[in-house]
């Protein structure tokens, strides 16, 4: 067989394969567009839930995930991304579509000021100054006048009915998680994406090799801290009622490494994958908690926590690539890249 | 008079600041043990202590032990506790890099503070025995008498550490792994078996800390991070390798939060050492690891 017919024919498998991909996104994107009108009220509000945890985890991935920077604190532009839209909008008048942007670009902001010296460690000295930053500003945020302090804002409700209103949440979510999963498509495709891998591999040969790593790491926090703000801000409006301990809960930074990390770190599928497992496992213990007796007694619903610790020391120990990480070992690729 | 009113507040809180900062250096030393000699960042460090504080409220209540017998009790048991998790889990982290021993032991937090909330709930506890409300007073000057015990504790817990690495055999060979962990294998030593000695001995630590805090301090299961951020600030501040420097560290500590909660409202004392711990590790971070891969 000529070389040129063997071009043509790999060119033109390539082509089919990207055609199916594409159709198969187009289902699921249409799928989940048309579930919004369909499925009850409780079954919306935990789908929103979903796509605003996959559009954390896409966010954190950036840097977490493909440059291997572990940022304990996502908390922290998710909740200054909450506060600013609930500040702005009860007490500056701000129209509440407009907070929506301003408060990702002032998670932006934060992620400058705190996120870029941070970027001057490395390894888990960056991962506990993220966590304590994230402490800081939940102490800021309790403590200062204009957050309300410790008894929070109350944001003002759309004026619909209540159906309809979590409709718009889950569009909302719906169509950023989608932007933040097409993005993460993107850069693991890119130049961008490639040298976040080479920070992640080994950083001093990447620099030596021509890497701009200290611009490179600031774009990705900075991307995933506008996502992430923007995340809040909806967020704010979605629960109506903001409070620091809540907000700011180190809970919510936890999941989205562990969600990512289940999934797979470094992938863009990976919390499309580990986000949906891990919030259907909370769901599952917590309707066994209530019917399972445990030594005599029931376990109370708060033990999905426990389980989250062990699923993550096991995780972390035995499949570091997460769900991906295995999929690609029984495809016979590689693991990494 | 008002000057002799705020000088002997002063001095006051001078005294209490360094009582405090003998308790602040006994929940560090585990901390800073594990990092200098394992190069383990224990971040389930202050979920220990919170334990420690729950087995004295749980001896107190059960069998009416006084915190004092409890701090001799902690001793073994964590030793026990922290055997255990090296063996199923950080010899297994330390062959990985140190991001995965990370996730790993923030997973070991999250598991030990939900089965405390589930066992003990969120609510506040107190340790109250007799001479909890008691106090000393010399010259004007009033001392808590559970932050004496509590500091003399600490004290004698740190001291014996101290002698314990400086002049056994044990201590010397623990140092030389702290050095170069290769060529001590070399040289014949069980590093092994000393990783699981020194997870045992900064666990105990961790445990009486907690005992001791409990003393001093209300506690519940989730305000731990508290204590993270304290240890890791004097951790930063006295590096590693030198519980001498641990303790002048500790000390300094204990002085900024008693000092600057004369100053201040009470809820800016969390600012100032959460902003501290910022500055430190910004500073000094990086430097903590290279002098520690230099040594290792």
């Not at chain 1, 799928?31 to 954190?60: H, R």
């Not at chain 2, 500091?151 to 550490?161: S, Y």
């Not at chain 2, 009486?208 to 004097?234: K, N, T």
Request: aromatic share 10%; glycine share 10%; hydrophobic share 55%.
């Amino acid at each position: 067989m000529s070389s040129a017919l063997l071009e043509q024919v790999t060119a033109r498998t390539r082509w089919r394969r990207w055609l199916y991909r594409g159709l198969g996104a187009a289902a699921a994107v249409g799928l989940l567009a048309v579930l919004g009108v369909l499925i009850p009220l409780d079954w919306v509000t935990t789908l929103s839930a979903v796509f605003m945890y996959i559009l954390l985890a896409e966010s954190w991935n950036i840097l977490g995930g493909y440059a291997g920077y572990l940022n304990f604190g996502m908390v922290t532009f998710f909740g200054v991304g909450a506060y600013t839209a609930g500040v702005l909008c009860t007490q500056y008048n701000v129209h509440p579509l407009l907070t929506i942007p301003l408060a990702g670009v002032m998670a932006t902001v934060v992620a400058l000021l705190v996120g870029v010296p941070a970027l001057r460690l490395r390894g888990v000295y960056f991962a506990i100054l993220t966590l304590i930053i994230s402490f800081l500003t939940q102490v800021l945020v309790t403590n200062l006048d204009i957050t309300g302090g410790a008894s929070g804002i109350y944001m003002p409700s759309l004026p619909f009915d209540p159906f309809t209103n979590e409709q718009i949440f889950y569009y909302a979510f719906l169509g950023l998680m989608l932007l933040a999963v097409l993005l993460a498509f993107i850069i693991e495709r890119s130049r961008f994406g490639y040298a976040l891998v080479a920070i992640r591999e080994d950083e001093d040969p990447a620099e030596i090799l021509g890497v701009h790593t200290t611009w490179l790491k600031t774009q990705a926090l900075l991307l995933g801290a506008f996502l992430a703000g923007v995340a809040g801000a909806i967020y704010a409006f979605h629960t109506s009622y903001i409070e620091p301990q809540g907000t700011f809960s180190l809970d919510i930074s936890i999941d989205v490494v562990l969600m990512s990390l289940v999934g797979g770190l470094g992938t863009w599928q990976g919390p499309v994958i580990g986000v949906p497992l891990m919030l259907v496992t909370a769901q599952v213990l917590r309707i066994l908690a209530g019917e399972l007796p445990f030594l005599g007694s029931t376990i109370p619903p708060e033990f999905d926590r426990v389980v989250f610790g062990i699923i993550l020391i096991l995780v972390a120990l035995l499949a570091p690539y997460g769900v991906m990480g295995l999929v690609r070992r029984v495809r016979g690729r590689r693991l990494t890249v | 008079m008002l000057t002799t009113i705020s000088l002997s507040l002063l001095v006051q809180a001078l005294i209490n600041g360094l009582l405090l900062g003998l308790v602040y250096t006994l929940i560090s030393l585990g901390l800073s043990l594990t990092l200098g000699i394992m190069g383990v960042v224990n971040v389930a460090h202050s979920t220990l202590i919170m334990l420690g504080s729950y087995l004295a409220l749980e001896l107190l209540q059960r069998l009416g032990l006084d915190p004092i017998i409890s701090a001799v009790i902690a001793v073994p048991v964590f030793f026990l506790i922290g055997v255990l998790l090296e063996r199923l889990l950080i010899s297994r982290v330390a062959r990985t890099s140190q991001t995965t021993g990370l996730l790993v032991l923030f997973g070991v937090l999250v598991v030990i503070e939900g089965a405390a909330i589930l066992r003990w709930t969120t609510d506040t506890q107190v340790l109250s025995v007799s001479y909890t409300n008691a106090s000393l007073t010399l010259a004007g000057i009033a001392i808590a008498v559970p932050r004496l015990i509590a500091a003399a504790i600490a004290l004698v817990l740190v001291w014996l550490l101290d002698t314990f690495l400086r002049s056994t055999l044990y201590g010397k060979a623990i140092r030389a792994m702290a050095q170069n962990r290769d060529a001590a294998r070399i040289s014949g030593i069980d590093t092994d078996r000393l990783s699981l000695l020194v997870f045992g001995l900064a666990t105990a630590t961790a445990g009486v800390g907690g005992v001791v805090l409990a003393m001093i301090f209300p506690f519940d299961p989730q305000d731990h991070y508290r204590w993270l951020a304290w240890a890791f600030l004097v951790v930063v501040i006295g590096g590693l390798g030198s519980i001498r420097n641990t303790l002048l560290a500790g000390l300094l500590i204990g002085l900024i939060e008693t000092v600057s909660s004369v100053l201040f409202p009470f809820q800016y004392v969390y600012f100032i050492v959460y902003l501290l711990l910022v500055v430190a590790l910004l500073v000094r971070g990086q430097g903590l690891a290279g002098s520690q891969s230099r040594a290792l």
